[in-house]
T-cell receptor, first 116, second 116 residues
């Protein structure tokens, strides 16, 4: 068990470019969550999946954001036409059968995005 | 909607002295509450959770928290701080409750500094 891994760990891009982040959850965890954390703030919920189904999306997730989990394993978060306000740490977490079982999410170390 | 408010953005203590990190919650039903810790360049880690069993909850590394419904509080304490406790701490509520497989809603965070 290698934990939740995220790639890349750091991404610097110019405004208007597209970026994609990947998350590999703990194997056998069927729930996967994306959060965004800006400096000095707590993580904000973006979206989550149960297997390949996207069950909930936050209003924070504008139409420039899209998340997928095509085979119920890894997930990608794509941001199109990046804006400076998208600069943040993007966190991925996974859990086994959701919070109902353990009450615990296992977080990756995050992907830090800087938009110039 | 469920929410948590962390009353202090920064707390500084001396090594060996008690730690108190304050959290109030707002919930329209019996809440599931958590404390997570985030060390620099590390993923978020669960410290402890309350899910309507015992009101005094013990967690890892000597931390504990007490659920007080009358005060809508869930403060985190530790009798004696250690240098390794320096980190960001988040009070978290599940929305909807844990037994319905909810997502986590984070507070703003409290940065704990420990002086030698």
């Amino acid at each position: 068990d290698t934990g939740v891994s995220q790639d890349p760990r750091h991404k610097i891009t110019k405004r208007g470019q597209n970026v994609t982040f990947r998350c590999d959850p703990i194997s056998e965890h069927n729930r996967l969550y994306w959060y965004r954390q800006t400096l000095g703030q707590g993580p904000e919920f973006l979206t989550y999946f149960q297997n390949e189904a996207q069950l909930e999306k936050s209003r924070l997730l504008s139409d420039r954001f899209s998340a997928e989990r095509p085979k119920g394993s890894f997930s990608t978060l794509e941001i199109q036409r990046t804006e400076q306000g998208d600069s943040a740490m993007y966190l991925c977490a996974s859990s086994e059968k959701g919070l109902a079982v353990t009450g615990e999410l296992f977080f990756g170390e995050g992907s830090r995005l800087t938009v110039l | 909607a469920q929410s948590v408010t962390q009353l202090d953005s920064h707390v500084s203590v001396s090594e060996g002295t008690p730690v108190l990190l304050r959290c109030n919650y707002s919930s329209s039903y019996s809440p599931s509450l958590f404390w997570y810790v985030q060390h620099p360049n590390k993923g978020l880690q669960l410290l402890l959770k309350y899910t309507s069993a015992a009101t005094l909850v013990k967690g890892i590394n000597g931390f504990e928290a007490e659920f007080k419904k009358s005060e809508t509080s869930f403060h985190l304490t530790k009798p004696s701080a250690h240098m390794s406790d320096a980190a960001e701490y988040f009070c978290v509520v599940s929305d909807p409750p844990e037994n319905q497989g909810g997502k986590l809603i984070f507070g703003q965070g409290t940065e704990l500094s420990v002086k030698p």
